[in-house]
């Protein structure tokens, strides 16, 4: 009895393993798409820089500086958009799935920097060769008594 138990644990075991393989094959990482035109002025802010590090199909690292006299404020780092350039215009990248977000307050003080990796696999698979950009708003403002007014930090980069 011990003996067929045994067999029967190594046979899941190894379907398991094999199915994990499989699953890779069956179910291929998608690739992203291009959805609507991008619409609104995109307002930048003097200050605001974003340099890329590193991009490739799956990834962008980004290295962020609020080189302002305002405090910024957004929702968390999940919380953008990406827009592929088809021509001279942008379009949105159309998302797979549904995205699962928090609604933490990331707050950007004066003269902070800071460096994300923004992972696109999940959210929009693997992106095809193109120019894209990061689209991400904030709010800034000088007290805490001024009216903080929205932006857009810009980040483009190229997927070869």
Known sequence: MRKIFFIG??????????????????????????????????????????????????SLQVRIENNTDSTWQSGNMRDYSLEMKKGNEWYTVTQIGELANTMELMIFSPNETLTHTFLFTDRYGQLAPGEYRIVKSFWANKTATEDAHEFYLICEFTVE
């Open 9 to 58: 644990v190594l046979l899941l075991l190894s379907a398991s393993i094999v199915g994990c393989d499989m699953i890779n094959k069956i179910f291929p990482t998608p690739k992203a798409t291009v959805g609507e035109k991008s619409e609104g002025e995109r307002i930048e802010k003097d200050g605001a820089v974003c340099t890329v590090i590193s991009s490739d199909k799956t």
